[in-house]
């Protein structure tokens, strides 16, 4: 059985940081895909960051250089290291598995960060 379970969320002041974990279980890790992706209440959920297999990132454009994604193949893990938080990073972050073979998402159940004085 698939899945992805998200932690180290919380609330942090603005510029601030925060390294969010996501484990994966129940599937081929290295034919996935990792991504984070964020929903703040009113809007649509976005891509934040990405990782490929191979090590390839891409990052939003409101994120580059201040967030950092990364992944464990061997642990079944990815990372999303944050820092200079603003509050505009506020949102719901979920782990991502896209799976290369046939296209399929799958999702954790997020976890909330909150970026407030």
């Known amino acids: 059985q698939l899945q992805l379970v998200e932690s180290g969320g919380g609330s942090v002041l603005p510029g601030g940081s925060l390294r969010l974990s996501c484990v994966a279980s129940?599937?081929?890790?290295?034919?996935?895909?990792m991504g984070w992706y964020r929903q703040a209440p009113g809007k649509q959920r976005e891509l934040v960051a990405a990782?490929?297999?191979?090590?390839?990132?891409n990052y939003a454009d409101s994120v580059k250089g201040r967030f950092t994604i990364s992944r464990d193949n061997a642990k079944k893990m990815v990372y999303l290291q944050m820092s200079s938080l603003k509050p505009e990073d506020t949102a719901v972050y979920y782990c991502?598995?896209?799976?290369?073979?046939?296209?399929?998402?799958?999702w954790g159940r997020g976890t909330q960060v909150t970026v407030s004085s």
């Open positions: 990782i490929r297999s191979g090590g390839t990132t």
């Open positions: 129940g599937i081929i890790f290295g034919l996935n895909t």
């Open positions: 991502n598995a896209h799976r290369i073979t046939d296209g399929r998402d799958y």
